[in-house]
Structures are given as structure tokens and as C-alpha cells.
């Protein structure tokens, strides 16, 4: 459809925005968030489903459990360095709308897996695996958004769309403990399994976990066909696209994206089976979607932090506390097996949550900033036209760092769920990987720092 080819789009220019560009640029993204909701819900379902796999009578031990949460994140992670460059390849909504639909592929098959319980473990691996789709939706997603709006506004916008997008993690994790509680699909989607707890065996729908999200991606894939635009200008091959990985700055944004959302993406999968090795009195899907609600929630607020205050002020003190955060789940941490705080544990996982989120939406505040800067100071001296064509590929370049660190850092999600598994495995506790996190949030302290925030740092944003 020709009409949903935007052939002239230059967000920059004030004239253009207040005429017609802030109204598509908002629809454009009002479809985005809630297809991104959705996304984030496939992607950790298995969060929840892996809590009552053995109450339905799965036979899997701690160590296949923790593989069945992580593998939704190596999967995703490695997705995202495709999908990263799919959008200036064959444009936004036509990617959206397929990325969108593919969802309907593991939320359908785990529906049918959980009935089950002789199912093999190697069909739930694969599933867990493609879950993977709703993990790499963000890199395209992200690079999609950045293109329609303006410098001044791509924090908030940013924000908004990866904010109430991570939101979908959340909700899954409140409303899946509550869907599988009903029979509100059972004509449609089969009998109960009975969960046995404590000896006493109750229904349970497990099925509704994937089935629940079967109706809401069909009704956004088709909105995204509809509703959403391409960008002509938007448009470039991989090769154009692979410049970024020659900058400097594209790694080092990596690495300190792994340190905020690698940590929102990798505590969400991890957090119900750490709760329950670690206060197994406790039911975790009472409390474990708390963490991801406020990460996400606070994240548009990190996102307009950073266009008042600066991005890198923001991630440098952000990371302080996280290390902080992580020193005080230790603290609360029982020893020994015995003692321990679950109330102090979960407070400091809920701050480790809200700063995950401030420093998901300020470096990528961050990251638009240095791209542009940086492609401005190479044109500078070259007249009107060079500086021009240097915005056009800030542009596209910023957008392919925002995927491509997104695709790096959501190998949290595989690294922190299994650490936690290796760490217990091998010396009875997760203390060795809370550990390790405290002296990778320590490197990210020191390269904010170094390159961002101190006086005459090199790029400061």
C-alpha cells in the first residue's frame, strides 16, 4: 500500500512535526507499545509456567527448570541481532506485523505442551526456544520508533514504547497465575491437569497460559498491517548498517545496556525460582511480577530524566545504586540455609527493579545523543549539505545501535537465571552470582564515567 510509505519524513524540522508529523508519529507508536506488551509476555511466560510444571506432574529437577526459563532469553538475545537490521530493510510496519504474528507460534504450542505431562523435555526446550520470538520484537521495534521522532523528544518516546512494552512481563506474570485458575477456555482448549500442593490436588488450566494471548496477537498483527507506516528514508541495507560495528561507542553502549536491561530481563525470568530455592514458605507468583511492573513503569520516567538532566548523569548514579541494591539482596539473603529476610530480599530486588529501569530508558537517551554528536563533529566545516546527510545517518546508525544493544544486552535473560542455577548447583547458594553482578555493575560505573560523565569526557550526553 503506497499510502503507507512515508516518502518525506524529517521529524527535525519544526514546521513539518507541528503539521503532520506528531500525529502519525504518535499512531506509529500507539500500535508499537501494545504489540511490544505482548512480545514481552511471550517471551517470559516461561517464567510463571516452569513454577507449576512439577505440580502438574512433570518430573524435571531444579537445574531443568532454571533451562527452561533461560533459554526464552538466548534464543531472544540471539534473534535480536537479526531483527536489529530488519526494519530499514523491509520497513517498519510491514517487520511489526510480521514479528507481531509470529507470536502465535509459542503461545499456541505451549498451550498444547502443558496438557501433557508425558510430553518430552526436548518439545519444551523447543518451545522455550521460540519463545525467543517475542524477545527479538524489541531490537526492531526500538530501531522502528527511533526514526519518527525528533532528538529532543526520543528519550520520552523511547520510554514510552519500551516502558509500557516491558509492562508485558508484569501483566503475564500477575494475570497467568490467574488465568490458570479457570476454566474460561476449557471448551475450546481441554480439561484441567490436577496440581497437587502439599498433598492437596486442585484443577488447574496451565494451557491458558499461552492460549490467553492467542486473540490479542491476531487483533495487533493486523493492526500494525493497518495502522502503521513505513519510511522511505528509513530505508538501508545490512551493509550500510554494519558501520556500527566500527564505533567505539556501540560497544560500550552495549555493555552498559547489558547492565540495565540485561538486569530488568535476566531478575524477571529468574526471580519466581529464586524465591522459591530461596524461601520456599513463600509463594513466588504472589510477588515476583512487582519487580517488572515498577522496572517498566519508572522507565519512561528514566527516559525524561535524561532529556532534562542529561543521559549520562543519570546511568552513572543509577548504576551506584544497583550495585548498592544487589549488596542489600546478599544482606537479606538466608545463610546456611536457614535465617534470611524474605521482606528485605523482595524490597531490595523492587529497588534493583525501579533502577533497572531509570537506566534502560537513559542509555538509550544516551545513544541517539552520541551517534548524532559524533556524526555532526565529522561534518563539521563541511558545509550545509554534509551536515544535513550527517543527521540522516546519525539517524540510521543511532537506530541500529538501539537494536544491537538490545540484542546484547538481553543475554541477560539466558546469563542471570542460569547463574543463579550454576551458582546453587555448585556451592549450595545464588551468592557467587550476586557477586559477580556487584563487580560488573562496578565496570559499568567506571566507563560512564570515563567516556560520559566526568568533566571533558569525550562524548558527554
Not at 556501540?250 to 526471580?271: D, E, P, Q
Not at 529501569?357 to 544516551?366: A, E, V
Request: hydrophobic letters at 50%.
Amino acid at each position: 500500500m503506497a499510502s503507507r510509505v512515508l516518502t518525506t519524513w524529517n521529524p527535525e524540522d519544526e514546521q513539518f512535526w507541528a503539521g503532520e508529523g506528531k500525529t502519525v508519529a504518535t499512531r506509529n507508536l500507539w500500535i508499537s507499545i501494545p504489540a511490544l506488551f505482548l512480545a514481552f509476555s511471550v517471551w517470559m511466560v516461561w517464567s510463571v509456567v516452569v513454577v507449576n510444571l512439577p505440580n502438574i506432574g512433570f518430573p524435571y529437577d531444579s537445574n531443568k527448570l532454571f533451562w527452561l526459563a533461560a533459554l526464552p532469553g538466548l534464543s531472544g538475545a540471539t534473534l535480536r541481532i537479526f531483527y536489529s537490521f530488519m526494519v530499514p530493510i523491509f520497513g517498519g510496519r510491514t517487520w511489526t506485523t510480521i514479528s507481531t504474528a509470529s507470536l502465535l507460534i509459542p503461545a499456541i504450542g505451549i498451550g498444547f505442551a502443558v496438557r501433557d505431562p508425558h510430553t518430552s523435555y526436548t518439545t519444551m526446550l523447543i518451545l522455550a526456544l521460540l519463545c525467543g520470538f517475542g524477545g527479538g520484537n524489541f531490537a526492531s521495534s526500538m530501531a522502528n520508533i527511533s526514526f519518527f521522532f525528533p532528538k529532543a523528544q526520543k528519550g520520552t518516546a523511547l520510554g514510552l514504547n519500551a516502558g509500557l512494552g516491558n509492562l508485558g512481563v508484569s501483566a503475564m506474570q500477575f494475570v497467568v497465575p490467574l488465568v490458570i485458575t479457570t476454566g474460561m477456555f476449557s471448551a475450546l482448549c481441554g480439561d484441567p491437569q490436577m496440581c497437587v500442593i502439599k498433598g492437596v490436588a486442585r484443577p488447574m488450566w496451565l494451557q491458558n497460559a499461552g492460549f490467553i494471548w492467542v486473540p490479542f496477537i491476531a487483533i495487533f498483527a493486523v493492526a500494525a498491517w493497518f495502522g502503521m507506516n513505513d519510511i522511505a528514508s528509513a530505508k538501508a541495507s545490512f551493509k550500510d548498517q554494519a558501520v556500527i560495528f566500527g564505533r567505539k561507542h556501540n560497544w560500550i553502549m552495549c555493555w552498559l545496556y547489558l547492565g540495565t536491561f540485561g538486569s530488568f530481563i535476566g531478575y524477571s525470568a529468574g526471580l519466581p525460582l529464586l524465591i522459591k530455592s530461596q524461601f520456599p514458605a513463600m509463594n513466588p507468583t504472589q510477588y515476583a511480577f512487582l519487580g517488572p511492573f515498577v522496572g517498566a513503569l519508572v522507565r519512561p520516567v528514566g527516559g525524561w530524566l535524561s532529556d532534562k538532566l542529561g543521559g549520562a548523569v543519570v546511568t552513572f548514579w543509577n548504576f551506584i545504586i544497583m550495585a548498592l541494591a544487589v549488596a542489600g539482596v546478599l544482606y537479606f539473603l538466608p545463610h546456611g540455609g536457614a535465617g534470611g529476610n524474605f521482606w528485605g530480599f523482595l524490597a531490595m530486588f523492587i529497588l534493583l527493579f525501579f533502577t533497572t529501569g531509570i537506566g534502560n530508558g537513559s542509555t538509550f537517551r544516551m545513544i541517539p545523543v552520541i551517534f548524532l554528536t559524533e556524526r555532526q563533529r565529522d561534518a563539521a566545516g563541511r558545509g550545509p549539505e554534509a551536515l544535513e546527510q550527517a543527521v540522516r545517518d546519525a539517524a540510521k546508525e543511532a537506530a541500529a545501535v538501539l537494536g544491537f544493544s538490545s540484542a546484547f544486552a538481553a543475554y541477560g535473560a539466558f546469563f542471570i537465571p542460569k547463574g543463579f542455577g550454576s551458582s546453587i548447583k555448585l556451592t549450595g547458594g545464588p551468592e557467587a552470582a550476586l557477586y559477580g553482578f556487584v563487580v560488573f555493575y562496578i565496570s559499568c560505573i567506571i566507563l560512564t564515567w570515563w567516556y560520559y560523565s566526568r568533566k571533558n569526557a569525550e562524548m558527554p550526553c
